[in-house]
Every structure is written in structure tokens, then in C-alpha cells.
């Protein structure tokens, strides 16, 4: 294993720390915390709280800012992070009209943070949440009950970030970003595994001539293991398994993320991106918008995913609406 690290047991500290320091204008690291938080602050605006296990960089840290997150809580790598952490993060975003947690679909993060949140109420501080399920591939899978939340939920902290700049009170702010998660849905796959830092070595083998269709962000497997297949064979796959999911049709506009896990080229991303635009168009759905980068990585993982958010005209302003983070900016 080569990796870019000083003792495997302290990167998430260390990172939070680099993180910190380069984006100081919009992030400071809550001291003695797993949270970073943001530097402008708007007083009686619905606070956005997401977080989960590290690794999946620029997810979720990257991601707060103006008009996405207030606070993200960074937890062990792919591991949850405690309720008490959450807690923090909670309190790091409020500033009265209450906060929302946005959180993916993992058992570990779904039971933390509503301990936190029962934990936040005792304190006085209201608190609510939307939990994202956006992953197609499986029904049930190594962590969770039901779909997985992966890359769709960046989608999520746009939409609630961007209703909460508004002073929408909590209510609305977590009625937009559920009409979010009805209107998404994304599938992954992976050509190589990770490898986390603690363990030094690799979470599963694959072979040079083998992918992994609908793989999860934590190495969960997917749906079937194939020989490696070309660009457009994956978009193909890819996105017919989502058109299945039957909320996305002829007539629609949506927004699309392709998603790197890691370690995948610009260039085959947008390779990739070329042919999800033909079958998309083929379709007879509209792309409104395009993101082709890395959102929600799975540390060093070669793969990818995609992402359609069907969209209306309250979706299309909020996602058009500005925001300042590390990792977002519109």
C-alpha cells in the first residue's frame, strides 16, 4: 500500500486540519470536534448538517458552505461518526429557526444521528430530518436496510441549502429536499477496490479484466461481476437500471452528475457523460444541467456513478442558486 499519509490512525484529524487551513475563508474546524463548519454564518436560517464515514471526499466537508451545509460531521473512515459528534455538528449549525440533518441511507449513520437528534432536543433545539435512498443497484445490501444513499444525496444538500438561504422556515426546507430524494436516483459501478488507510490493504480483489456493476461507496457489492466492459456498454447499463426505476420519462428535464470514485480520469467520465447525454436524448428526456467531476469518492476506488434529478421549475431555482463551498460553487 502507498499512500500519502503520516500514521493511518489519524487522518481524518489531519485531513480536517488541511482542510482547514486551505479554505479558511469558508470553513473552521469546531475545536476538540469531527466537525467542520462554516465561517459565514446567517442568523435565524435554517441550519443543513450531513456527515458520515471519511473516505468519500469531497463528501461531505467540500460541501459546506453559502448555500449548502452549515456543518459536516466527519466520522471514522466508512465508519459512522458517534452521536455525540453529531451533536456537535448540530449545534454548530443552529442559530434558532432549528437544523435538518441530511443523511444517507446506512444503518450506522441512519441510528447516530437520530440518537443525536433526541440528544438535541433535550437541549431545546428543534430538529428534523430526510434520509437519502438513491441507489438503484440493490434493495438491501451489507449496511443497510433498504436503498443506499450515495452521490445523489450532493443533490439533496443543494436543494436544502438553497431553500434554507431563502429563510424558508424548517418545514418547507425539509419538504424541498424530500421532493429532492423522490426525484432522484443513481447507480455506480467500480473497476478496482479501495484500500483504507488502518487495514493496508485492498477491501476486496478484482481481477485486471473484471468490474463490478452497482457497487456501493464502501465496496458493498452490486449486482453482478462482469468482464470489463466498454464506456458505452456501462452508460448503457447504468442508466436503463435507473429508467426502470420508473420516475424519470420521456418529457422530463433533468439534472445528471457523473460522479468519480476516486480514481477515474476526467476523461473517461466524460466519455462516459457522452453517451448518457445520446440515451437521454434518445428518450426524449432533457439534461438541464450537467456535473462531471468527483462529488462522493470511495478514497482511491476506480469507478464511477451517475445520478438524474428529475426536475420542476422550484428544483431548477434552487439548483441554479448560488453557492460558495470548497468543492460547489454555482
Avoid: W
Amino acid at each position: 500500500m502507498k499512500k500519502l499519509i503520516n500514521d493511518p490512525n489519524n487522518v481524518v484529524e489531519e485531513m480536517m486540519k488541511g482542510m482547514a487551513a486551505a479554505h479558511h475563508d469558508v470553513l473552521k474546524h469546531v475545536p476538540d470536534t469531527a466537525v467542520l463548519t462554516r465561517v459565514e454564518r446567517t442568523a435565524g436560517k435554517v441550519g443543513i448538517v450531513s456527515g458520515g464515514g471519511s473516505g468519500h471526499e469531497p463528501s461531505h466537508a467540500g460541501f459546506v458552505g453559502k448555500g449548502m451545509l452549515d456543518a459536516a460531521v466527519c466520522g471514522p473512515v466508512f465508519t459512522s461518526p458517534g452521536p455525540d459528534q453529531v451533536l456537535e455538528g448540530i449545534k454548530a449549525a443552529d442559530s434558532g429557526a432549528g437544523v435538518l440533518l441530511v443523511i444517507k441511507n446506512y444503518s450506522g449513520d441512519v441510528m447516530n444521528f437520530e440518537m443525536a437528534m433526541e440528544l438535541a432536543e433535550m437541549e431545546t433545539i428543534t430538529v428534523d430530518k430526510v434520509i437519502v435512498n438513491d441507489d438503484v443497484a440493490v434493495e438491501d445490501s451489507t449496511y443497510t436496510t433498504g436503498r443506499r444513499g450515495i452521490a445523489g444525496t450532493v443533490f439533496v444538500h443543494k436543494i436544502a441549502g438553497a431553500k434554507a438561504e431563502t429563510g424558508a422556515p424548517l418545514a418547507e426546507v425539509k419538504a424541498s429536499a424530500e421532493k429532492a430524494i423522490r426525484n432522484v436516483r443513481s447507480m455506480g459501478m467500480a473497476l478496482s477496490a479501495c484500500t483504507i488507510p488502518a487495514a493496508g490493504k485492498p477491501g476486496f480483489e478484482m481481477a485486471e479484466n473484471e468490474m463490478e456493476i452497482g457497487m456501493g461507496i464502501h465496496g458493498e457489492p452490486g449486482i453482478e461481476r462482469t468482464l470489463l466492459k466498454t464506456a458505452d456498454e456501462v452508460a448503457e447499463e447504468l442508466i436503463s437500471k435507473i429508467l426502470q426505476d420508473g420516475v424519470h420519462k420521456s418529457g422530463d428535464e433533468v439534472a445528471v452528475m457523473i460522479n468519480g470514485l476516486g480514481s477515474t480520469p476526467l476523461m473517461e467520465l466524460y466519455i462516459l457523460n457522452g453517451k448518457v447525454s445520446d440515451i437521454l436524448e434518445e428518450k426524449g428526456i432533457t439534461v438541464y444541467k450537467t456535473f462531471v467531476g468527483e462529488y462522493m469518492t470511495a478514497i482511491e476506488m476506480a469507478g464511477c456513478s451517475v445520478s438524474l434529478l428529475k426536475l420542476d421549475d422550484e428544483l431548477k431555482e434552487l439548483l441554479d442558486a448560488p453557492a460558495h463551498t470548497t468543492a460547489f460553487r454555482m
